[in-house]
């Protein structure tokens, strides 16, 4: 199946109360186990590449991976770019087959923001794809780049109405008490603003920093409109973990493709368990049909 837009992906998530599980892919092999992961369980998700890995790789390697391991597949893959800042890597993403990309001008004033966000909005509507944007500063770290926790501003839900009133976004990220990496201490978030700017905007929202926070916390944000779920620390304690583990478990195994198997593995079992845990399984089907 072709890679499809998140837009509808996001709509119907929202529209039947589940969230669809967003992963940073680190090369190849993770996004192998991201399709299949979706595939065993008949589910939707997005795999969502970092302006790191763009620059590591290419927009042209990327792409065309995505396009080998989705040929075969039944089940709806996004490839979205997360925290595009580079209008220039935004505008190459898009032209090389991205079929979503985050515009992330949140350390701009919301003048600015909209500015920018708007432009790209009117390059993903010609491409027939959706964008998400994001207003108030998510805290911690993403992308080598440190958002202090006095620096990280909540969102303001007049302007997250405001914004989304202007512009077609198939995802809105909101700055609500999460933040980015791993959680020192129990996060505080902020459910009624969480509430407040679903009910001011009707737009799906994505939850930024997931690794590390409860079930508990998972559901409820689901529940009040969060229909996209980043993970991205715990994939990266996974890839790296499952190599020393295995070697642990094989210290005379010198056979490089045992331990990419072992890493799949592990990090396949990651992506199953969080997108049942998000609602997402069982629903490849029902997608497809809303988006035909």
């Known amino acids: 199946m072709p890679l499809v837009s998140i837009t509808p992906v ?13 992963f940073n892919p680190v090369d190849y092999n993770s996004m192998s186990a991201m399709v299949a992961a979706a595939d065993s369980v008949r589910a939707p998700v ?13 927009h042209e390697t990327l ?13 709806p893959v ?29 350390d701009r004033p919301f003048a600015e923001n909209l500015q920018r966000t708007r432009q790209v909005n009117d390059w ?9 944007a994001e207003i108030g500063e998510i805290g911690g770290v993403e992308e080598d780049i440190v958002v202090e ?37 129990t996060p505080e978030v902020r459910f009624d603003l969480i509430e407040e700017i679903n009910r001011r905007t009707g737009v799906p929202m ?7 926070l409860s079930d508990e916390i998972f559901q409820r944000a689901i529940k009040l409109g969060c229909a996209k779920i980043n993970i991205s620390t715990a994939l990266k304690h996974v890839y790296i973990d499952s190599f020393l583990d295995h070697r642990q ?44």
């Open 149 to 185: 926790a006095e620096d990280a501003g909540l969102t303001d839900p007049a302007e997250a109405e405001e914004f989304c009133q202007k512009l077609e976004l198939a995802a809105f990220a909101g700055a609500i008490g999460t933040a980015h990496g791993q959680y020192r201490g």
């Open 78 to 106: 996004v490839l979205h770019l997360d925290h595009g800042k580079d209008m220039d890597m935004i505008r190459k993403c898009i032209d090389t087959g991205w079929t979503s990309v985050m515009i992330d001008a949140s």
């Open 124 to 132: 993903a509507n010609a491409a027939g794809i959706g964008i998400e």
């Open 249 to 292: 478990a094989n210290p005379d195994d010198y056979e490089p493709l045992s331990y990419i198997n072992a890493q799949f593995d592990a990090l396949k079992a990651l992506f199953v368990q969080k997108i049942e845990q998000f609602g997402g399984a069982g629903k490849a089907e029902l997608v497809m049909q809303e988006a035909a």
């Open 63 to 75: 792409a065309g991976w995505m396009r080998d391991l989705t040929a075969d597949t039944d089940s």
């Open 46 to 58: 997005i795999v969502q590449t970092s302006a790191k890995t763009i620059r590591r790789y290419g």
């Open 206 to 212: 994505a939850l930024h920093g997931g690794t590390g």
């Open 10 to 22: 996001l709509r119907h998530a929202l529209e039947n109360g589940y969230a669809v599980a967003a």
